[in-house]
T-cell receptor, first 112, second 111 residues
Framework: EAQVTQNPRYLITVTGKKLTVTCSQNMNHEYMSWYRQDPGLGLRQIYYSMNVEVTDKGDVPEGYKVSRKEKRNFPLILESPSPNQTSLYFC???????????FGPGTRLTVT | RKEVEQDPGPFNVPEGATVAFNCTYSNSASQSFFWYRQDCRKEPKLLMSVYSSGNEDGRFTAQLNRASQYISLLIRDSKLSDSATYLCAVLRATGGFKTIFGAGTRLFVKA
């Protein structure tokens, strides 16, 4: 089954404790992206990648890191999480030609 | 002003009604346009891409007006199962992947 998977689905952590949210897709998509979704603000792009080893900032990259060492994986790293990073996070992938995005199920992160 | 704006609604319509959503964008360099559907607490799912010539998929019709910088989504013969939030998405430039989403329009279809 073609899909985008994210882990963990739910995470409660404390300020400053480094964490990684994994994202994997099995559709051989070139493009991958991370978003956060907050009430009233909608989906905002954090980082995106157009191919292996090619990443670029979205609109809200501060406090996040990403890497794209393999085509299928695009982890999101929070080196020192803060309460304002409490949010619902989505990973998405897309083929280059259409840029139609397929989303993972989401990760609900709470930073206390 | 937000780069992509949608009426947040909610739109409350009876089954069988026709409902239209608009989405305006401010960056004239925007190249690709999409409508996504999001059910409560779930991931967004692609509804349709929006082409310059307009496109239709069953009860759904999408239009693009580049001169006025808006896209629209028309849903005919609304079903209860159409109740969801509808998100428009805009890609800023050809060849890139920088994507801006609208905050979404909430639709409730009632029996």
């Amino acid at each position: 089954e073609a899909q985008v998977t994210q882990n963990p689905r739910y995470l409660i952590t404390v300020t400053g404790k480094k964490l990684t949210v994994t994202c994997s897709q099995n559709m051989n998509h070139e493009y991958m992206s991370w978003y956060r979704q907050d009430p009233g603000l909608g989906l905002r792009q954090i980082y995106y990648s157009m191919n292996v080893e090619v990443t670029d900032k979205g609109d809200v990259p501060e406090g996040y890191k990403v890497s794209r060492k393999e085509k299928r994986n695009f982890p999101l790293i929070l080196e020192s999480p803060s309460p304002n990073q409490t949010s619902l996070y989505f990973c998405a992938s897309s083929i280059r030609d259409t840029r139609e995005q397929y989303f993972g199920p989401g990760t609900r992160l709470t930073v206390t | 002003r937000k780069e992509v704006e949608q009426d947040p609604g909610p739109f409350n319509v009876p089954e069988g009604a026709t409902v239209a959503f608009n989405c305006t964008y401010s960056n004239s360099a925007s190249q690709s346009f999409f409508w996504y559907r999001q059910d409560c607490r779930k991931e967004p799912k692609l509804l349709m891409s929006v082409y310059s010539s307009g496109n239709e998929d069953g009860r759904f019709t999408a239009q693009l007006n580049r001169a006025s910088q808006y896209i629209s989504l028309l849903i005919r013969d609304s079903k209860l199962s159409d109740s969801a939030t509808y998100l428009c998405a805009v890609l800023r430039a050809t060849g890139g992947f920088k994507t801006i989403f609208g905050a979404g329009t909430r639709l409730f279809v009632k029996a």
